[in-house]
């Protein structure tokens, strides 16, 4: 037995990242980090599960799914899938089944990315109703992704090929747009929605509108977009500009303030961090023309501090607050709770010792992933994660990651007909929408 002295610590069950992309290929690059050195950042920074996007080969979601267990197999701490959906015919539709029996309770759906991911509207339609048959949550990337391809053409054309064309290229407006649609599409159907990377205003009042009208929208955050602002992406260092390059883009400097309040009131209900990171090299790619740099940012170790220090030590929410965003709320909306998201007795002994006393910097100084770059770098942190106890095994301890080795993380099944399944009452509700 260890015994550890928690006195003045804040003892929390480890945080749930909704929202990752660990190994993935994307823009002519492969994600820096895979699923061994991606988690082993997280466990450092309290983190003690993820949810990865599976991504389709060849839009065959079975394909993908034996990709991402293969990838999966160098995993050091618990983790889940979330699968794509990039085409939609019969196929799908039944693998779609075959899937939720292996432990997948969610699809998701692109409106961005032209001729690439991004589905249309008919398909995103299909893809509700098949969510709703089998108790598997939709979720939707919400930005218009032929407005944003008008839009990207249009400012090439007219000279601007560096990074601010990516904030410029994808305004605030066409992710409401985007929002909206689907929330109003969801409502038809009678299903409920989940909004990744909710990133602008004009989204989350979409969101907020659909759930005072009584629809079961969630809406999560990231980390990026609570804290940061745009303005990087005008810096003329392109390295610097290019690390803000992410989809939908880290907006002007009001955003943030009002997505924070929008969490701390529970318009918005958890927080992710959408880590898909591309080093210095890679978002070379796109020096001479914005469209081609890699998109995504850091955050799986990073989340759980900033959201402290954003949400926390701001002032804005409580540490019980903090809790159910960044762990109790994911487990909850994925069917895990009470196996995860909570401390107690036959729950996973998924523990964090938070140090409120304790300040930080973030930067690549100190970080664990491979990346030669940190959207944090230099942000000072009051609190910090001194312990990580992952399935009952103390895995970081002041400063030290412990026995964290490829191969001993374990896949953990999301049973279908969570509870935002659970009142059928509600279902006609969504129609007045
Ligand atoms: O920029 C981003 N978000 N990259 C990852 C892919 C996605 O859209 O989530
Ligand atoms: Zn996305
Ligand atoms: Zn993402």
């Not at 909306?333 to 009470?338: A, D, G, Q, T």
Request: aromatic content about 8%; hydrophobic content about 40%.
């Amino acid at each position: 037995v260890t015994v550890l002295n928690a006195t003045g610590m804040f003892v929390m069950p480890g945080g749930i990242d909704p929202h990752t992309h660990l190994d993935m290929p994307f823009m002519g690059s492969v994600t820096a980090d895979d699923f061994f050195s991606g988690q082993a950042a997280a466990l450092a920074g309290g983190t003690t599960m993820h949810i990865d996007f599976a991504l389709p080969v060849n839009h065959d979601i079975m394909a993908g799914y034996e990709l991402w267990k293969e990838k999966a197999s160098r995993s050091c701490m618990d983790y889940g899938f979330h699968m794509a959906i990039t085409r939609w015919d019969e196929q799908v539709s039944r693998d779609m089944e075959a899937l939720v029996h292996e432990g997948i309770n969610s699809f998701k759906f692109f409106m961005a990315y032209k001729n690439v991911l991004q589905v249309t509207d008919s398909e995103l339609v299909a893809g509700l109703q098949r969510c709703r048959e089998l108790g598997a949550l939709p979720m939707v990337h919400a930005e218009n992704g032929d407005m944003i391809a008008w839009l990207q053409s249009r400012l090439l054309s007219e000279g601007i090929r560096g990074p601010e064309g990516h904030a410029m290229s994808r305004p605030a407006a066409l992710e409401g747009e985007a929002t909206g649609r689907a929330v109003r599409l969801a409502g038809v159907v009678g299903v409920p929605l989940y909004v990744v990377h909710v990133m602008s205003i004009d989204a989350m009042e979409e969101i907020a509108r659909a759930r005072r009208a009584g629809q079961r929208v969630v809406g999560e955050p990231v980390s990026s977009g609570l804290a940061l602002d745009e303005s990087p992406m005008w810096d003329t260092n392109f390295t610097r500009a290019a690390a803000f390059v992410m989809s939908p883009p880290i907006r002007s400097a009001e955003h943030g303030p009002a997505l924070k309040k929008a969490l701390a009131s529970g318009v918005l209900q958890l927080v992710a961090t959408d880590h898909a990171v591309f080093n210095s090299t890679q978002k070379a790619a796109g020096r001479n023309d914005f469209t081609r740099i890699p998109n995504g940012v850091n955050g799986i170790e990073e989340r759980m501090h900033v959201t402290w220090q954003e949400m926390v030590v701001s002032g804005l929410s409580t540490p019980s607050d903090f809790v159910r965003m960044t762990s109790t709320a994911a487990a909850q909306i994925y069917n895990l709770y009470p196996r995860k998201g909570r401390v107690a007795a036959g729950s996973d002994a998924d523990v964090i010792l938070l140090d409120p006393r304790i300040t930080h910097t973030l930067g690549v100084g100190s970080h664990h992933s491979r990346m030669d770059t940190n959207v944090y770098e230099g942000k000072q942190i009051q609190g910090k994660v001194v312990t990580t106890i992952s399935r009952g095994r103390l895995v970081w301890h002041n400063g030290q990651l412990l026995g964290v080795r490829p191969g001993t993380g374990r896949f953990v099944p999301m049973p279908p007909f969570g509870p935002l399944f659970e009142v059928r009452e509600a279902q006609h509700l969504y129609r007045r929408v």
